[in-house]
């Protein structure tokens, strides 16, 4: 089966760094979306990773390791508007996107 | 601004009384997606439209029907809603449908089954 493994919840300081992983089996790989979720809201796209590497966008960075089914999402000097929820996903080899449920990141002051 | 539009934001519906929500958008895309969302549960493809072409997933229940009248617009049909229907319903659309395009939400729909 297909899955996609994302811890449910972090807690992190406003003005601080947080990590927030994904690992995924798929059945072949096209690429790693993140997507933010603030709640009762629609998603928005953060990133895309399709090359093994780092990619940096401003306070977010994103992480891809192909060969260990492996990725993250860094948030740099966290905002009280970075509560929200953190959506892995991930296109297989029939380009189906596989969603995680998501990571509940909590900031505190 | 292009975007993707949904109506209405929140809808309310009687146990087994159809309902009809909208989805359009002014992105021009060709893709267009419909999602069920549970409380802190990963969205679930219900089916999705290239263009006219209608693909439906395999474990999406037959009490749920779609209709896109034109490239703008589609329209999710619940034709008897139950009690574990009540979700959020996300729309979406991309530019193709191969998977890795960035897909574009809508802000979402509601539902409350009572």
């Known amino acids: 089966g297909q899955n996609i493994d994302q811890p449910t919840e972090m807690t992190a300081t406003e003005g601080a760094i947080v990590q927030i992983n994904c690992t995924y089996q798929t059945s072949g790989f096209n690429g790693l979306f993140w997507y933010q979720q603030h709640a009762g809201e629609a998603p928005t796209f953060l990133s895309y990773n399709v090359l093994d590497g780092l990619e940096e966008k401003g306070r977010f960075s994103s992480f891809l390791s192909r060969s260990k089914g492996y990725s993250y999402l860094l948030l740099k000097e966290l905002q009280m508007k970075d509560s929200a929820s953190y959506l892995c996903?991930?296109?297989?080899?029939?380009?189906?996107?596989?969603w995680g449920a998501g990571t509940k990141l909590i900031i505190k002051p | 601004d292009a975007m993707v539009i949904q109506n209405p934001r929140y809808q309310v519906t009687q146990f087994g009384k159809p309902v009809t929500l909208s989805c359009s958008q002014t992105?021009?895309?060709?893709?267009m997606y419909w999602y069920q969302q549970k409380s802190s549960q990963a969205p679930k493809l219900l089916f999705h439209y290239y263009d006219k072409d209608f693909n439906n997933e395999a474990d999406t229940p037959d009490n749920f029907q779609s209709r896109r009248p034109n490239t703008s617009f589609c329209f999710l049909d619940i034709r008897s809603p139950g009690l574990g229907d009540a979700a959020m319903y996300l729309c979406?659309?991309?530019?193709?449908?191969?998977?890795?395009?960035?897909?574009?939400f809508g802000p979402g729909t509601r539902l409350t089954v009572l």
């Open positions: 992105l021009n895309h060709n893709v």
């Open positions: 996903a991930v296109t297989d080899s029939n380009y189906q996107l596989i």
């Open positions: 979406a659309t991309s530019r193709a449908g191969q998977g890795t395009d960035t897909q574009y």
